[in-house]
């Protein structure tokens, strides 16, 4: 008798804990209440909420997340990415340079912070982070793309069509790249007319 009675609590117990598991949210609400102090929960709770598009409460877990665990890389990363969905790029910029600080050679984080620079219009800054993403990893289309498209913002033509030049190299089916150098082109005629 006594093993059906534990069976059956552990089935009534598994049962009452579906509410919880069903629910993505409700699974991380509930850890973050039995586990405040681990930054790890914060960080998956912020992480779910960030793909949910909540970047409020996705914020306020992530800060949460580098209170407990200052050193986790990617607690400040997705922090400085929900800060970009907010557009406070202040905020966004800190917490990049806080990711790249505990991981100097994060590509990512090279990228994000060229990318928060470029929309502060800080472009010698920009250029600077996609260079040093170029020099941690060299065939990186991303990073060529944007050094494009920012010496196109500084005026600086020939530096972009360098850039979309090597792009297509790398990459022949680039439409972005390809587009630019028409533009480019177009741009070429106009001058010499």
Do not use: C
């Not at 800080?122 to 050094?147: F, H, S, T, V």
């Amino acid at each position: 008798m006594l093993p059906l009675v534990i069976i059956s609590g552990l089935g009534w117990l598994t049962y009452a804990r579906n509410d919880v598991y069903a629910d993505s949210l409700a699974l991380w609400d509930d850890t973050e209440r039995k586990s405040p102090r681990k930054g790890r929960v914060h960080y998956n709770r912020g992480t779910f909420l960030y793909h949910d598009g909540r970047m409020d409460d996705a914020i306020a877990a992530l800060q949460r997340a580098t209170e407990l665990r200052p050193d986790h890389f990617r607690s400040h990363f997705n922090l400085g990415m929900a800060y970009v969905r907010r557009e406070r790029l202040d905020d966004a910029e800190r917490s990049f340079r806080t990711a790249l600080n505990l991981s100097p050679r994060s590509v990512d984080a090279l990228l994000n912070l060229g990318s928060v620079y470029y929309l502060q219009n800080k472009l010698p800054e920009a250029l600077q982070a996609y260079q040093d993403a170029l020099q941690a990893q060299p065939g990186n289309i991303d990073a060529r793309m944007n050094l494009a498209k920012t010496y196109l913002k500084m005026g600086r033509s020939h530096d972009a069509r360098r850039e979309f030049e090597a792009v297509l190299q790398a990459r022949p089916s680039n439409a972005e790249a390809a587009a630019g150098l028409r533009d480019l082109g177009g741009a070429d005629r106009k001058s010499h007319r």
